[in-house]
């Protein structure tokens, strides 16, 4: 069972984006820039957000596996600022995402890298920001070789866009439950009346 502070992440993108350098950043605060990425890699790591414990799994997959999907609770949506088809797929694993999880809410943040190559810049930071309205979810800049605070507040702002819908989907339950109790309440009440 899912506690409060254990947080589920997937971080997707076209191949060739940097997933595994932000990840390795995240967690080491080192920026390798050779992967094996012939397959998938599950990461534990316990980290403290806003004075809260939190122990977070995240998956770097070489394919956007069905159960990975489903697994998940979060998802990072990684582009590469100097290639245009990576930020097009963005919208196909949306696309993806959606299909799959079709009747659970969507937790995801689109992450710009490779920021560091500015010179070779295709993907405005403008085009980029109406994507991520058309999708409705956050969007970050960030470079996995520049400073790690960037690759911290994007994986951290992940983390509270998951801790928030948990707390949304929590109150819609319990106000499901009690708009319930209020039926059974009303048919409690017809049926002492009706005697």
């Not at 397959?39 to 316990?46: G, L, M, V």
């Not at 403290?48 to 979060?74: P, Y």
Request: aromatic share 6%; glycine share 6%; hydrophobic share 35%.
């Amino acid at each position: 069972s899912t506690t409060t502070n254990h947080i589920r992440l997937m971080v997707v993108g076209q191949e060739g984006v940097g997933k595994s350098a932000l990840i390795v950043k995240y967690l080491t605060g080192r920026f390798i820039s050779e992967y094996q990425s012939d397959f998938d890699w599950k990461y534990s790591y316990q980290t403290n957000i806003e004075g809260e414990q939190v122990h977070m799994e995240i998956i770097d997959s070489l394919t956007i596996d069905d159960t990975h999907i489903v697994w998940a609770e979060g998802f990072m949506m990684v582009y590469d600022v100097t290639n245009q088809d990576s930020l097009l797929k963005i919208e196909q694993i949306k696309e993806r995402l959606d299909s799959v999880r079709s009747t659970k809410i969507l937790t995801m943040i689109m992450v710009a890298n490779k920021t560091d190559m500015e010179h070779c810049r295709t993907v405005s930071r403008e085009q980029a920001d109406a994507l991520a309205a058309r999708l409705s979810c956050g969007h970050v800049e960030c470079s996995a070789c520049g400073p790690e605070a960037e690759v911290r507040f994007a994986f951290d702002e992940l983390c509270r866009e998951v801790a928030l819908a948990r707390q949304q989907s929590a109150k819609k339950r319990e106000r499901r439950r009690s708009s319930l109790s209020q039926v059974r309440q009303g048919l409690k009440m017809l049926v002492q009346t009706g005697k």
